[in-house]
């Protein structure tokens, strides 16, 4: 039997199995290894403070991920497919480790995270230059 995400710990086991995935497909680890060229010790760690923060609403993460996801689509391109397939790799790690309530909230806000992500894209396309 699952259990559910509890803390820190099972955050930072699922982001584990979720990036190794992610940095294995070529249809979108580009982005991570050639565009922004991210050193994944440093990053997972800030990506975990983002779900702790999320899921546990605790103070963790005091970036602005729409501005660094905005920023990002100025040096190459996120399409829907890169967000499809963020998607599917996150809720099949989720689904593989965990289930209960906190594993749930976790999947709906990173639907919910995707869709804004991909109107916010959408609307900097149609207004280039004014954000």
């Known amino acids: 039997m699952k259990i559910d995400i509890a803390g820190r710990e099972d955050i930072d086991l699922m982001l584990q199995v979720f990036y190794t995935k992610l940095l294995n497909d070529n249809s979108i680890n580009y ?6 060229r991210i050193n994944i010790d440093t990053h997972l760690p800030v990506i975990a403070n983002f779900w702790e923060s999320i899921l546990f609403e605790r103070n963790m ?10 920023d990002l689509q100025n040096k190459t391109p996120l399409l829907k497919h890169h967000f499809d397939t963020w998607l599917h790799y996150f809720n099949s790690t989720i689904d593989e480790l965990f289930e209960g309530t906190i594993a749930s909230k976790a999947k709906e806000r ?14 900097q396309n149609s207004n280039p230059g004014g954000r």
Do not use: E, G, R
């Open 110 to 123: 990173a639907l919910s995270i995707a869709t804004v992500m991909q109107i916010k894209i959408a609307q």
């Open 61 to 70: 993460y005091q970036n602005n991920p729409m501005k660094i996801h905005l």
């Open 31 to 36: 982005i991570f290894n050639d565009v922004v």
